[in-house]
């Protein structure tokens, strides 16, 4: 059944792996490149903080140190520069720091995008829950802009990064899928300038990004990742892994 269920994903997301392949792969290049235990690496990730996420997460990123989390939700690094700061600082001196980051979508084994069937539940629900919550505001007209309150500061951020894509998610074929890569994009964005705001205090910087997609509860996950570059903190020296990975 998860081999339909991939031809299922993959007619969204080409690229994408079930999380546990896209671990090991992601695992094995680093120790091929760098020569590299997992228990070397400090790994932080920028995914959203719904909990099927947690009940999702591939087992081998526990081999590494950490994770930190970066994300809030939708997976937008809302730790900011202090959260940053405070992995880097806790990377082994002979290792390297991994970075992943990605916002969520949920695909039903039915091929319905936007919502899952969540363990003990009776009906599908919303995935990712808070992105589409701001979507649906956003098709309704509902999102005032600049209108970011204290009590719930995550969703009106991510209601304001929708709102400034408006255009582009109305327009889209599906608006959910649009919102994703929405989202995808304005997360990368913030990690690069995060990045470059951070001092690390090792020679590698590996910085993986992608989509993180849920399936229903006998479905397990999958990762469609986009972006897997390794970064020489010593020279600058920039390097592409995606053809390795």
Request: hydrophobic letters at 40%; a negative charge; charged letters at 20%.
């Amino acid at each position: 059944m998860n081999r339909q269920y991939l031809k299922i994903v993959r007619k969204f997301y080409p690229g994408a792996y079930a999380t546990e392949v896209a671990m090991d792969r992601l695992l094995d290049v680093v120790e091929k490149q760098l020569g590299l235990r997992p228990d070397q690496l400090m790994y932080a990730d920028s995914i959203c903080c719904d909990d099927v996420n947690i009940i999702q997460y591939p087992e081998r990123a526990y081999e590494m140190l950490g994770p930190f989390k970066m994300g809030g939700l939708s997976g937008f690094p809302f730790a900011g520069i202090a959260g940053m700061n405070a992995f880097a600082n806790h990377v082994p001196v002979d290792g390297a720091v991994v970075i992943f980051y990605a916002p969520h979508i949920g695909i039903t084994k039915n091929g319905e995008v936007g919502e899952i069937h969540r363990i003990g539940q009776l009906t599908n629900s919303p995935c990712c829950g808070a992105a589409k919550g701001a979507l649906d505001k956003l098709m309704a007209n509902e999102i005032l802009q600049d209108d970011i309150t204290a009590l719930d500061y995550q969703l009106n951020a991510i209601e304001q990064i929708l709102l400034r894509n408006e255009k582009r998610i109305k327009g889209a074929e599906n608006a959910v899928f649009e919102a994703t890569e929405v989202m995808y994009e304005a997360i990368e964005q913030r990690i690069n300038i995060l990045i470059s705001k951070t001092d690390y205090p090792c020679k590698h910087l590996i910085i993986a990004g992608g989509v993180f997609v849920n399936g229903d509860v006998d479905m397990g996950s999958y990762c469609d990742y986009r972006r897997f570059e390794y970064l020489n903190l010593e020279t600058g020296q920039r390097s592409n892994w995606m053809i390795d990975f």
